[in-house]
C-alpha cells in the first residue's frame, strides 16, 4: 500500500484520490484555436472554454451567435482582441460562433467566421475536444 506523504502536497494528492475514487473530475479550461473551426467540444458545468484566433488585418472578433444560458461569456480583459472565455453555466449543446468583423464597418458582412459545436454534460470524461 502506497502511503501518501503528509503537508500540504500529501493533502493534494490525498484529494486526488477522493476525487477519482467518487467519479468526480476537477473542472479544467480546454483551450482552442484556428484549426478547431467546425470541431465539437465536450466540457462539464463549471469548466471554461478558451478561444484563441488569429488576428486578422483590418477585422476585429466577436461572438456572432451561442447560447449564454449554457456557455457565460466571460469578460474580456482586452475588447477587439482575439481570445474569448467561456464557462460552462449548465447542461446543454449550444453552437458557439465568432465573426470577424470588419474595423472600419461593424455592420459590413462578416470577413470570418470561426464556428464551435459544445456539449456540456453533467457526467463527462474524457472532456475536451473530439
Known sequence: MRRIGSGRGGLLAA??????????AAVQTV??????DGGAVN???GDTLEVKLTPAAGCFWGV?????????????????????RFKA????????????RSASDPQSPAGG????????KDSLM???PR
Open 64 to 84: 456572432a451567435f451561442g447560447d449564454p444560458a449554457v456557455l457565460k461569456p466571460e469578460p474580456d480583459p482586452a475588447p477587439g482582441g482575439s481570445s474569448f
Open 113 to 120: 467566421l470561426f464556428r464551435v459545436a459544445v456539449a456540456v
Open 15 to 24: 484529494a486526488g484520490v477522493l476525487a477519482a475514487g467518487t467519479g468526480l
Open 126 to 128: 474524457p472532456r475536451g
Open 89 to 100: 453555466a449548465t447542461a446543454g449543446t449550444v453552437s458557439l460562433g465568432l465573426a470577424c
Open 31 to 36: 483551450t482552442i484555436g484556428d484549426l478547431y
Open 43 to 45: 466540457l462539464a458545468p
